[in-house]
């Protein structure tokens, strides 16, 4: 049987939705995930359990589990994978990126030096004593704008750097043992729309699948992504598909998935990241793809098109279905605990919504941006045009209310009780 290895977080929100495209196409998967490898296959996906942070053993163990389950093709999940899969692919004489691109592509100063030696534009690098305000205060190796902060004078930016430390010091980001956490990045803030962009490069030559609006203005102090909708208004398509082509090309990435985010201004289009790897979360679900040489045939999860191309299988033939379609990743609003979600069913019956899911879980701890590193849930829709799904979006949104606690007990008249607050 044919078959795919995707490595990927044990919690990662897309490996579900790789295992139904996988069913679809009659396509076995090898899971190589972070899972504990002193359990016996605790999550029973036969996975091969890796260390992210240990590369050569990873691949090492994943090249001898092909030995007795060859792998036909490789895709990744998520940032912290990606020069594992770039090896993996390597070692066996498959197509994708370059373990070198795939690790500057992973590292924000990094992809800054690779992208501004190539004449694209960058946002200029400040010191610990910019001359001009306002900064972007971010890690270089974090990923969903966990722990980007904008600063406006002196005073903010010290706060910032400070707030920032403490983040990269916490006990689940020092248990990635990545070096690169000992690094912070201060650069320009760069004002503009934002935009983010869907793509697959096949040798070398860049498929655009979808660009996003980012219809919330992104200016701080924290730089939470809320909605995303496609196709996008207003933008200068080419200037974008041409920058992230360059970008893409200046790091060397060349075959694989991508996703980019990108802001444009009067100066033109600043090219922020592009990752070696799909979008993440659950957001793929806003997108879904029809032939445009088979008709009539259903539409296609993101999921399915991304095995298919790791499989040797073209691109070009598909393209995004035509209604407009867009995602919510919906806020934390504060730290504390989640103790119920209201109006959910009601949320769902807003004309255009496709579905809303709630991933946070009850009695789950919600951390907001820019400590955080996850939403509540992700609302859907689709319809004739991205402004009716703004619209259903936001009208969805605002069904929802959410019961949460403070984190600790607040201590009243000699005893304890919680202070509810709702949301």
């Known amino acids: 049987m044919t078959r795919v290895l995707v490595l990927a977080m044990t919690t990662g929100y897309q490996t579900r939705s790789f295992g139904e495209a996988a069913e679809r196409l009659g396509v076995e998967l090898m899971f190589g995930t972070d899972r504990c490898h002193v359990i016996e296959d605790p999550w029973r996906d036969a996975a091969v359990p890796i260390r992210f942070h240990d590369e050569d053993a990873s691949v090492a163990a994943i090249l001898e589990a092909a030995r007795a389950r060859p792998i036909d093709g490789v895709l990744v999940v998520g940032d912290r994978p990606t020069v594992i899969a770039a090896r993996v692919a390597q070692a066996l004489g498959l197509p994708g990126h370059p373990p070198d691109a795939a690790a500057a592509a992973r590292h924000k100063r990094l992809t800054r030096e690779r992208l501004r030696a190539s004449g694209l534009l960058q946002p200029q690098a400040s010191s610990l004593q910019p001359r001009r305000f306002p900064v972007v205060v971010k890690p270089v190796a974090l990923s969903g704008s966990r722990g980007v902060m904008r600063a406006d004078d002196p005073a903010s930016l010290a706060a910032a750097i400070e707030r920032l430390r403490a983040l990269l010091q916490s006990p689940d980001i020092r248990a990635e043992r990545d070096g690169a956490h000992g690094e912070i990045l201060i650069e320009e803030f760069v004002p503009g729309r934002e935009f983010a962009v869907e793509g697959i490069l096949h040798r070398g030559e860049l498929h655009v699948l979808a660009i996003f609006d980012k219809p919330d203005p ?36 060349c075959h694989g998935p991508i996703h980019a985010e990108c802001r444009v201004n009067a100066n033109g289009v600043y090219v922020l990241e592009v990752a070696a790897r799909p979008i993440g979360g659950l957001c793929a679900h806003a997108l879904r793809f029809e032939s445009a040489v088979r008709n009539p045939q259903s539409p296609i999860s993101l999921e399915e098109l991304l095995l298919r191309h790791a499989l040797g299988g073209a691109v070009s033939e598909w393209r ?90 607040v201590l009243a008249a000699g005893s304890l009780r919680y202070n509810h607050q709702h949301g």
């Open 218 to 253: 992104l200016d701080g102090p924290f730089f939470e992504e809320t909605i995303y909708v496609t196709p996008s208004v207003g933008a200068d398509r080419s200037a974008i598909v041409h920058a992230i082509a360059a970008a893409g090309h200046a790091l060397g990435l």
């Open 320 to 409: 995004r279905e035509s209604p407009a379609s867009g995602v919510m990743m919906i806020p934390i609003p504060r730290r504390g605990m989640l103790r119920g979600v209201n109006g959910v069913e009601a949320a769902k019956r807003v004309p255009h919504i496709d579905d809303v899911r709630m991933t946070a879980k009850i009695e789950q701890l919600l951390v907001p941006l820019p400590e955080g590193a996850s939403y509540l849930g992700f609302i859907f829709a689709r319809a004739s045009t991205a402004d009716d799904v703004i619209t259903a979006l936001r009208t969805s949104h605002h069904e929802l209310h959410f019961v949460i606690d403070p984190e600790l007990p």
